[in-house]
């Protein structure tokens, strides 16, 4: 099977399908070869479902589009991520993100801010209160993780 650019394995390859109630990867119902980065050909192993799984895929990614040829061929073509409407996309979502991003920060500062404020007032509240401490430093961190992960999906995917 041949692979084309990092977003093949991210998003086609790795895809999950809702079919009949039941979660599928398309890699276990059909067979991928990717031609070009932009087209691929979906060989579906059970020729019942060919229509079933256009559907699923086109429910997926809006921006996909396939046309079933023969009883169990699916051709896709998917736009170029460098096109006009999909760079429009990306940056629309990098903004949002890193509004998100700043907003999270600044709460989290202001947080942090509050209780510092506390341990200036009572120099035995620390002793009390580390454990609420903790937990907000450890919520920053995976709040800051999780928006990372964000930002990386919505390049590759």
């Given at each position: 099977?041949?692979?084309?650019?990092?977003?093949?394995?991210?998003?086609?390859?790795?895809?999950?399908?809702?079919?009949?109630?039941?979660?599928?990867?398309?890699?276990?119902?059909?067979?991928?070869?990717?031609?070009?980065?932009?087209?691929?050909?979906?060989?579906?192993?059970?020729?019942?479902?060919?229509?079933?799984?256009?559907?699923?895929?086109?429910?997926?990614?809006?921006?996909?589009?396939?046309?079933?040829?023969?009883?169990s061929k699916i051709i896709l073509k998917i736009p170029k991520h460098q096109s006009g409407h999909k760079v429009k996309e990306l940056i629309d979502n990098v903004r949002k993100i890193h509004q998100n991003g700043a907003n999270r920060i600044d709460l989290v500062r202001k947080r942090g801010q509050n209780h510092i404020d506390k341990v200036r007032a009572d120099p035995k509240w620390h002793k009390h209160n580390s454990a609420i401490l903790k937990n907000a430093a450890e919520k920053a961190t995976s709040s800051l993780t999780k928006l990372s992960k964000e930002l990386v999906k919505n390049f590759i995917g």
């Open positions: 099977m041949k692979k084309v650019g990092p977003e093949r394995s991210d998003s086609l390859y790795t895809a999950t399908l809702k079919i009949s109630g039941k979660e599928h990867m398309l890699s276990e119902l059909a067979q991928i070869v990717t031609k070009t980065p932009t087209l691929a050909h979906l060989h579906v192993f059970d020729q019942t479902q060919t229509l079933h799984i256009l559907q699923a895929i086109q429910a997926v990614n809006s921006t996909w589009s396939g046309e079933i040829s023969g009883s």
